[in-house]
């Protein structure tokens, strides 16, 4: 190189091995920052048909045929709802032990057929419903179907797996309950709902260890049962021929009893938050409701995007203000969480005790600049394009697609739905979402929980107002 010869930085030298350079190098120009490329349009995914049929038993079944993987999701939702104050514990160990044996089938026998097929199956419940949901090979969704037909038809619930699942889900549930999520999140359920069967997600220990095999039997008997029930299966999978195997393998499962849904619970009402002790701890969780909007309303989609404004995803105002600038968190979230006839906000963080007070207060700030400073076109367009694009992410595989019609169908709606959603985002205008905002995410449409030690944070949030022991 000679004398006149100008070197770039980060540049390769003829006859020098290349350095390497750095993420500021890569980005950037002798004239400033490359610009990035502007977003290209989203690409739509296509969904299938589903065809959808109610069997003579009262199971209505979904099925869709999605190509790609030869491979079948599964969802079975059967509504769970139980007002016995025993109901939540029984229905625990049902679900721990539905699984583990029936009059034809052992565990490990249950297990390896669905290893042959490459099959899983699971169980959860809660205060709603309860869900098998796996998934398989296409070709095995006889054998997996025969399975769950023989699950739900003849689970025994063995004593010797009854006591080992009971040890094992009083340990989990002595873990879980020591929390703190799990201690901010029955608190806020019951400032909420107050004593309605919902807030019940977790029994206690001692109510699980009271739990015998004959009720958990009693229990799949009375309220397992197809006449209300839900099965979605999406996968690379003929319509009428899975149908058809359905039918043949779940045929035996009948009752005259209909699956009994959860009661709406009350209104979410405005109210002062409620200061909940927890002694020594180091950390305060932060839990916010309001009432929201179901998916039927016209001014859902609005109220979504108004959402992730606020708080619904890492872009929003609220990460901007208490993880970005303030550093009080590492997330703060808000969203929209479905309950039977109805909606509710959300919104939570957790942060330091000595920080409490203060992002308490930059929280409610938040909420109430999202009303009196609405969202702007830019700020609009971003979440837009979030909701429309983690909307069809999450429907561009089996499992997703299952999910979300599985959970559209539990609330009056279906394929249809999904496919106009898009366009209901990309139709709403910043007037709308700022409606939305105004009506939805006031300060004084809120209650909830602070949850921490009272000794140590009392003062600084009592000092806010709004704040009640």
Same mark, same amino acid.
């Given at each position: 190189?000679?004398? *006149?010869?100008?070197?770039?930085?980060?540049?390769?030298?003829?006859?020098?091995?290349?350095?390497?350079?750095?993420?500021?190098?890569? &980005?950037?120009?002798?004239?400033?920052?490359? /610009?990035?490329?502007?977003?290209?349009?989203?690409?739509?995914?296509?969904?299938?048909?589903?065809?959808?049929?109610?069997?003579?038993?009262?199971? %209505?079944?979904?099925?869709?045929? %999605?190509?790609?993987?030869?491979?079948?999701?599964?969802?079975?939702?059967?509504?769970?709802?139980?007002?016995?104050?025993?109901?939540?514990?029984?229905?625990?160990?049902?679900?721990?032990?539905?699984?583990?044996? *029936?009059?034809?089938?052992?565990?490990?026998?249950?297990?390896?057929?669905?290893?042959?097929?490459?099959?899983?199956?699971?169980?959860?419940?809660?205060?709603?419903?309860?869900?098998?949901?796996?998934?398989?090979?296409?070709?095995?969704?006889?054998?997996?179907?025969?399975?769950?037909?023989?699950?739900? *038809?003849?689970?025994?619930?063995?004593?010797?797996?009854?006591?080992?699942?009971?040890?094992?889900?009083?340990?989990?549930?002595?873990?879980?309950?020591?929390?703190?999520?799990?201690?901010?999140?029955?608190?806020?359920?019951?400032?909420?709902?107050?004593?309605?069967?919902?807030?019940?997600?977790?029994?206690?220990?001692?109510?699980?260890?009271?739990?015998?095999?004959?009720?958990?039997?009693?229990?799949?008997?009375?309220?397992?049962?197809?006449?209300?029930?839900?099965?979605?299966?999406?996968?690379?999978?003929?319509?009428?021929?899975?149908?058809?195997?359905?039918?043949?393998?779940?045929?035996?499962?009948?009752?005259?009893?209909?699956?009994?849904?959860?009661?709406?619970? /009350?209104?979410?009402?405005?109210?002062?938050?409620?200061?909940?002790?927890?002694?020594?701890?180091?950390?305060?969780?932060?839990?916010?409701?309001? /009432?929201?909007?179901? %998916?039927?309303?016209?001014?859902?989609?609005?109220?979504?995007?108004?959402?992730?404004?606020?708080?619904?995803?890492?872009?929003?105002?609220?990460?901007?203000?208490?993880?970005?600038?303030? &550093?009080?968190?590492?997330?703060?979230?808000?969203?929209?969480?479905?309950?039977?006839?109805?909606?509710?906000?959300?919104?939570?963080?957790?942060?330091?005790?000595?920080?409490?007070?203060?992002?308490?207060?930059?929280?409610?700030?938040?909420?109430?600049?999202?009303?009196?400073?609405?969202?702007?076109?830019?700020?609009?367009?971003?979440?837009?394009?979030?909701?429309?694009?983690?909307?069809?992410?999450?429907?561009?595989?089996? &499992?997703?697609?299952?999910?979300?019609?599985?959970?559209?169908?539990?609330?009056?709606?279906?394929?249809?739905?999904?496919?106009?959603?898009?366009?209901?985002?990309?139709?709403?205008?910043?007037?709308?979402?700022?409606?939305?905002?105004?009506?939805?995410?006031?300060?004084?449409?809120? *209650?909830?929980?602070?949850?921490?030690?009272?000794?140590?944070?009392?003062?600084?949030?009592?000092?806010?107002?709004?704040?009640?022991?």
């Amino acid at each position: 190189m000679t004398a *006149t010869e100008q070197h770039t930085p980060g540049q390769a030298v003829p006859g020098e091995n290349p350095r390497h350079r750095s993420a500021e190098e890569i &980005g950037r120009t002798a004239a400033g920052p490359r /610009p990035l490329p502007p977003l290209g349009p989203t690409r739509a995914v296509p969904l299938p048909d589903v065809e959808e049929r109610t069997l003579d038993s009262g199971l %209505r079944v979904l099925v869709a045929h %999605r190509p790609g993987v030869p491979m079948v999701e599964l969802r079975l939702r059967v509504p769970f709802a139980g007002d016995e104050p025993t109901h939540p514990a029984v229905s625990e160990l049902l679900a721990s032990t539905l699984l583990t044996g *029936t009059t034809t089938r052992d565990r490990v026998g249950i297990d390896d057929e669905l290893a042959a097929v490459g099959a899983d199956l699971g169980v959860n419940v809660d205060p709603e419903r309860l869900q098998v949901g796996g998934h398989g090979l296409a070709d095995g969704l006889p054998d997996l179907l025969a399975v769950l037909g023989d699950v739900l *038809t003849g689970a025994t619930h063995p004593d010797a797996e009854v006591t080992r699942e009971r040890a094992r889900l009083v340990e989990r549930i002595s873990l879980a309950r020591s929390q703190p999520r799990t201690i901010a999140r029955e608190a806020l359920q019951r400032k909420r709902f107050g004593d309605h069967p919902i807030t019940r997600e977790m029994p206690t220990g001692e109510e699980v260890t009271a739990v015998t095999a004959e009720e958990v039997r009693a229990l799949q008997a009375a309220s397992l049962v197809p006449r209300g029930s839900i099965l979605t299966l999406v996968g690379d999978i003929d319509t009428s021929a899975a149908i058809a195997q359905v039918e043949k393998a779940l045929g035996g499962w009948t009752s005259e009893a209909v699956a009994r849904e959860l009661s709406p619970p /009350p209104a979410i009402r405005a109210d002062d938050l409620q200061l909940v002790h927890r002694a020594g701890s180091v950390q305060s969780q932060l839990r916010l409701s309001a /009432p929201a909007l179901r %998916r039927h309303d016209p001014r859902y989609a609005a109220l979504q995007l108004a959402n992730l404004v606020f708080g619904g995803y890492f872009s929003s105002r609220l990460m901007e203000n208490i993880r970005e600038d303030k &550093g009080y968190t590492y997330g703060a979230h808000s969203g929209i969480e479905f309950v039977p006839q109805g909606a509710v906000l959300g919104v939570e963080t957790d942060v330091a005790s000595n920080v409490t007070a203060a992002a308490l207060l930059e929280t409610r700030y938040e909420l109430g600049r999202i009303t009196a400073v609405p969202p702007t076109d830019a700020e609009v367009e971003a979440a837009r394009s979030y909701a429309v694009g983690s909307l069809l992410i999450s429907l561009d595989n089996q &499992g997703g697609l299952a999910s979300t019609l599985a959970a559209l169908a539990a609330d009056g709606l279906g394929i249809d739905w999904l496919r106009a959603h898009p366009a209901r985002l990309e139709s709403v205008t910043t007037a709308q979402v700022a409606e939305a905002a105004l009506e939805f995410l006031a300060p004084a449409a809120f *209650t909830g929980v602070v949850v921490g030690d009272a000794d140590v944070i009392g003062a600084g949030v009592r000092a806010l107002g709004g704040i009640s022991d």
